[in-house]
């Protein structure tokens, strides 16, 4: 599967939901997630993100977003069409430890 890791935090470009073919994207307040069951791996959504967030989970130290897709994919709601970015996403683009300053 794909995940969705710290560099979606605050920026949510969703250019990612467009492209998905099994529509397996959710969104919370300040990130997207994907469902880690629907995900049929096929890699299209990596390149899309511009704040290349998006990896495949075979990648090392991933656990954690593993574990986070898979948790909230299951309570958020889908997300299929994009949608205006947050106003300040740019200046969060590449920010560093985002997840432990504004992930709640
Ligand atoms: Fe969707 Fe493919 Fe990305 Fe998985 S890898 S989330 S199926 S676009
Ligand atoms: Fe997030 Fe990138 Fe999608 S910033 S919303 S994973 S395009």
Redesign the pocket.
């Known amino acids: ?2 995940v969705v890791t710290d560099d979606c935090i605050k920026c949510k470009y969703t250019d ?1 939901v467009e ?7 959710y969104e919370g307040e300040n990130m997207l997630v ?2 880690p069951s ?9 390149p ?1 993100c511009p704040a290349e967030a ?1 990896l ?1 989970d075979t990648e090392d130290g991933l656990e954690k977003w593993l574990e986070l897709n898979t948790k909230f994919s299951a309570e958020w709601p889908n997300i299929t069409q994009s949608k205006e970015p947050p106003a300040e996403a740019d200046e969060h683009k590449g920010e560093e430890g985002k997840f432990d300053k504004y992930f709640s």
């Open positions: 599967t794909y990612c492209v998905c073919p099994v529509d397996c994207f994907i469902n629907e995900c049929i791996d096929c890699g299209v959504c990596e899309e998006i495949p």
